[in-house]
């Protein structure tokens, strides 16, 4: 039974020190360490709320939608400039000589 016991606790010794070293591979220096950076993470996505989160993403998806029709009014002004001046239409982000 004590061979048991001292067979365990060696085989828990080396899982501990594969961790280890296996966290040291990324940066980390040992279990403790991880432990607070959990803790520091976990405070800080706590200080963002998801309706936060939520709005930022709305707010970003209204901007695309507003660029990308911003882009395509240019797109129209560029072609109509060009029937109008008598020359081909450029291509999108290519800019005409003034």
Not at 71 to 89: C, F, Q
Request: hydrophobic share 45%; no cysteine.
């Amino acid at each position: 039974m004590a061979g048991d016991i001292r067979a365990q606790a060696e085989e828990l010794v080396r899982y501990y020190s594969e961790l280890v070293r296996r966290l040291a591979q990324t940066g980390v220096r040992d279990i403790a360490e991880l432990l607070a950076l959990y803790e520091q993470l976990r405070r800080a996505l706590d200080a963002i709320s998801r309706q936060e989160l939520g709005w930022a993403a709305e707010q970003a998806d209204r901007l695309r939608a507003e660029l990308s029709r911003l882009d395509a009014d240019l797109t129209a002004l560029r072609r109509l400039k060009a029937a109008v001046d008598g020359s081909p239409a450029l291509a999108p982000g290519v800019r005409a000589a003034s």
